[in-house]
């Protein structure tokens, strides 16, 4: 994040806009919604500013830009059509720490006004730091559209119950938890369709009807998908943002731990092969504890947390000590890398079945059933198989399967950094050798992996 996002109070404060056009009047109003003190300087004024300037809404002096009047200033914007006079602007404010924009110089200036989405109380503004103000209003029209004008009349509900529920809820945790219900159901409901009568009776009996936790919580476990964020489910989302602590794993890509709540508490308890920051144990007694000390839990797992990733002994460690849970399925790192890199897992020309075994070696061996592993017509998916490799292609000929069986590695798959490595059994190694794929790396092995070069679709975002 290159700039701080902030909100300014800038009521009654004396604000300068230098210049009288057409883009001045636009950042002039900006500064009147926000109820500024509006001090114009320009030698001449548009109808509309001078119209202003006549009814007192503004201060303004009919003559050039001087040094001495950001003297006292709050903020300055410089919107005139001369350059220099711009940059004079912006140096000078910036000389004794005023903050000041420039229009259409975004080098000049200490901070940016963005595309607004107003919903007052509620505002929502966006900015593209510099890169392109036309995007900024890109996003705004569509956020336009998917904020409605009722948000306003809800954050005045909430301003009205603001004291009541604190006075309820002795707890931070249990207030958190009685909005983050009412915000989302009945309550906001009817404030949207304009039943704001409705809307106050709803919540006074759900404020009336509401209990403490009496400090136990609860745990979420939620599959983060194979890397993209994209992927996440919606229900997922939702109970990123509500968990107070996030238990999370090596696996889960960073731009989906950037999507839970800021101000939760993380905890990394990642496994990688010989080092375990934590042991299984250990896990599933942190997050009942977690949970019995009232907070909302997120156990966030790569892939699904119900296809090798050992959610169901957490879960039956929290069913076992009372603790409440809910279960949020994730795509699967197979379904996931297999997608986004064309193979279908299942095709009827190849592949009948598909098979997700896990690739992890114990005491140097793998306990496998490699004669049903070796039958025709299938899609063998390996997981955590990359270290044990040379071991998977051993048995897989031994047991009959093709030297020419197509093989495909694929490292960080559906994410910006995907590489895929493909070969046959007999020449893969040779492919490894010269690339040296890093976990984690799920492999494929079945006829379906000659249908990537004709489907692959996925387009690496350009570095």
């Known amino acids: 994040m290159d700039l701080l996002p902030i909100f300014l109070d800038i009521r009654h404060q004396p604000c300068l806009v230098v210049g009288g056009g057409a883009v001045a009047a636009r950042k002039v109003a900006s500064l009147g919604r926000a109820h500024a003190q509006i001090h114009l300087i320009a030698p001449a004024l548009t109808p509309e500013l001078q119209a202003q300037a006549d009814a007192g809404d503004l201060i303004h002096r009919s003559r050039d830009f001087k040094d001495e009047d950001i003297q006292g200033m709050r903020l300055i914007i410089a919107a005139t059509s001369d350059r220099e006079t711009n940059q004079r602007v912006a140096r000078l404010a910036k000389a004794i720490g005023i903050p000041v924009n420039v229009v259409d110089q975004p080098e000049e200036c200490s901070f940016l006004l963005p595309s607004v989405i107003d919903r007052s109380p509620v505002v929502v503004a966006v900015s593209t730091t510099k890169a392109s103000p036309v995007l900024a209003r890109l996003l705004r029209t569509r956020l336009e559209s998917m904020i409605p004008a009722g948000y306003g009349r809800l954050a005045d509900l909430c301003a009205r119950y603001r004291d009541a529920v604190k006075a309820r809820f002795a707890d931070e945790r249990d207030r958190r938890r009685f909005w983050d219900r009412v915000l989302v159901g009945g309550v906001a409901d009817r404030v949207f369709s304009g039943h704001l009568e409705e809307a106050d009776a709803v919540m006074a009996r759900e404020l009336a009807e509401a209990r403490p936790s009496g400090g136990m919580g609860e745990v979420y476990l939620v599959g983060a998908g194979p890397g993209d964020p994209d992927l996440v489910t919606f ?229």
Not at 301 to 317: C, S, V
Request: glycine fraction near 8%; charged fraction near 20%.
């Open 235 to 463: 229900r997922a989302l939702r109970l990123m943002q509500q968990a107070d602590v996030v238990v999370h794993d090596r696996l889960v890509a960073k731009p989906i731990l950037d999507l839970t709540r800021r101000d939760a508490q993380r905890i990394y308890v990642g496994k990688e092969r010989d080092n375990h920051v934590m042991r299984q144990e250990d896990i599933n007694r942190l997050l009942a504890d977690l949970a019995k000390a009232g907070h909302r839990v997120l156990r966030l797992k790569g892939g699904d947390p119900f296809i090798f990733g050992r959610g169901g002994e957490e879960i039956d460690t929290l069913a076992a000590e009372g603790v409440p849970f809910q279960v949020v399925p994730g795509i699967t790192a197979a379904s996931g890398c297999a997608t986004y890199t064309g193979i279908p897992l299942t095709h009827r020309d190849y592949a009948q079945s598909v098979t997700f075994v896990t690739g992890h070696l114990k005491d140097g061996t793998m306990d496998l059933n490699w004669d049903q592993l070796a039958q025709p017509h299938q899609t063998v998916v390996f997981y955590m198989g990359l270290v044990g490799l040379a071991i998977i292609l051993e048995q897989l000929l031994s047991h009959g399967v093709s030297p020419d069986m197509p093989i495909a590695l694929i490292q960080q798959g559906t994410t910006p950094q995907q590489r895929v490595f493909s070969g046959t059994l007999a020449t893969i190694q040779e492919v490894i050798a010269e690339e040296k794929p890093q976990p984690p790396t799920l492999i494929i092995v079945g006829e379906v992996v000659k249908l990537r070069e004709k489907l692959n679709w996925f387009q690496k975002p350009a570095s």
